[in-house]
């Protein structure tokens, strides 16, 4: 019998590929300022909250913008967000992902979601896979960004469950140190030079199964 007792999912770049449309939806921010940035720089952008990810490129750029103007950006590069993610389908969903939650569930293993995206809920709509998180933890709910562990303590606290009995999936490293400082086992989802420090790292939830997970 495993003593894990929930599951927690970061979204984007875990269970659906939107980390794909938040790096084309700042680029195109970038190029318009007049500047680029490197695949290699957005890893640093991932799970990193929209406000914050606007600091970073205008850093990258060396350009400075009044708080007025930042926010402006910020609705900008949303605004190509939402509409690139309002075409999104449940085909969108990584190999994996709706196998594993499936098999949590019938196995008795909570599962959350613990996202830094205030668009969760409408990925989680046009995916049709809502119903899969017993609850929803996100951009909305919480007011310390990764690394912090908020996101997924409030996950666990709603979950009635401990963190030590978590396990957290995540391809992002700020993502990877949250689920660490809040005391969770976490499974890296991507590449093992990049996220250094998870238990395990996998490419992809279809890699993953309730055995690898008793084994942790
Ligand atoms: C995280 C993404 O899940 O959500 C980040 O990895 C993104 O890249 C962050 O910036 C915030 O998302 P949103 O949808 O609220 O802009
Ligand atoms: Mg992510």
Same mark, same amino acid.
């Given at each position: 019998?495993?003593?894990?007792?929930?599951?927690?999912?970061?979204?984007?770049?875990?269970?659906?590929?939107?980390?794909?449309? %938040?790096?084309?939806?700042?680029?195109?921010?970038?190029?318009?300022?007049?500047?680029?940035?490197?695949?290699?720089?957005?890893?640093?952008?991932?799970?990193?909250?929209?406000?914050?990810? &606007?600091?970073?490129?205008? #850093?990258?750029?060396?350009?400075?913008?009044?708080?007025?103007? +930042?926010?402006?950006?910020?609705?900008?590069?949303?605004?190509?967000?939402?509409?690139?993610?309002? %075409?999104?389908?449940?085909?969108?969903?990584?190999?994996? /992902?709706?196998?594993?939650?499936?098999?949590?569930? !019938?196995?008795?293993?909570?599962?959350?979601?613990?996202?830094?995206? +205030? !668009?969760?809920?409408?990925?989680?709509?046009?995916?049709?896979?809502? %119903?899969?998180?017993?609850?929803?933890?996100?951009?909305?709910?919480?007011?310390?960004?990764?690394?912090?562990?908020?996101?997924? &303590?409030?996950?666990? #606290?709603?979950?009635?469950?401990?963190?030590?009995?978590?396990?957290?999936?995540?391809? /992002?490293?700020?993502?990877? #140190?949250?689920? &660490?400082?809040?005391?969770?086992?976490?499974?890296?989802?991507?590449?093992?030079?990049?996220?250094?420090?998870?238990?395990?790292?996998?490419?992809?939830?279809?890699?993953?199964?309730?055995?690898?997970?008793?084994?942790?």
């Amino acid at each position: 019998m495993s003593t894990i007792k929930a599951c927690i999912f970061d979204l984007d770049g875990v269970i659906v590929d939107t980390a794909v449309y %938040h790096y084309k939806a700042w680029k195109r921010l970038a190029n318009e300022l007049g500047f680029d940035f490197t695949e290699e720089d957005n890893e640093k952008l991932k799970g990193v909250s929209r406000t914050r990810s &606007l600091e970073l490129i205008l #850093q990258w750029g060396d350009v400075s913008k009044t708080d007025a103007e +930042k926010e402006a950006l910020a609705t900008r590069k949303n605004n190509w967000y939402v509409e690139m993610i309002s %075409h999104m389908t449940p085909e969108e969903v990584l190999p994996g /992902a709706r196998e594993f939650l499936e098999s949590c569930i !019938n196995a008795g293993i909570k599962t959350a979601l613990g996202s830094a995206s +205030k !668009n969760s809920v409408t990925i989680l709509e046009k995916t049709a896979i809502a %119903h899969f998180f017993n609850v929803v933890i996100d951009g909305n709910k919480v007011s310390k960004p990764k690394p912090d562990p908020e996101v997924f &303590l409030k996950g666990a #606290q709603a979950l009635n469950v401990a963190p030590a009995v978590c396990v957290v999936f995540e391809d /992002a490293i700020a993502g990877v #140190q949250a689920a &660490l400082a809040g005391g969770m086992k976490v499974v890296g989802i991507g590449s093992p030079q990049v996220l250094a420090g998870a238990h395990l790292v996998l490419s992809g939830l279809d890699k993953m199964s309730l055995e690898k997970l008793n084994n942790l």
